[in-house]
């Protein structure tokens, strides 16, 4: 496992860097070029993102063996399955 995150480590830098020298390394603008309302907006953008990875990091947590979500707290008390799912 630990083969694949190195993998994945040096292909997102291989890639992120290619596309940095095919564009000529651009400059960011500062943070006083944005009002309030565009901070705000790239502040929605980057928190959805956050939301992504969690979302796609911790949904084979979420699956039982069968490969069904597991049940919720609300499952009736002969459920192997009672605890609600959580990121590990």
């Known amino acids: 496992m630990l083969v694949w995150l190195v ?3 040096v292909v997102a830098g291989g ?3 290619g596309l940095l020298w095919f564009f000529g390394w651009p ?3 500062t943070a006083a070029v944005f009002d ?3 901070l705000l907006d790239l502040l929605k ?3 959805s993102v ?3 990875f969690g979302g796609v990091v911790c949904w084979p947590s979420t699956t039982a063996s069968s490969g069904s979500p ?3 707290t ?3 008390p002969n459920s192997s399955l009672t605890t609600a799912p959580r990121c590990a």
């Open 7 to 9: 993998i994945a480590i």
């Open 15 to 17: 890639t992120a860097g």
């Open 27 to 29: 400059h960011l603008p």
């Open 36 to 38: 309030v309302t565009q």
């Open 45 to 47: 953008i980057a928190l």
């Open 50 to 52: 956050v939301a992504g």
């Open 70 to 72: 597991r049940r919720s």
């Open 74 to 76: 609300l499952s009736p």
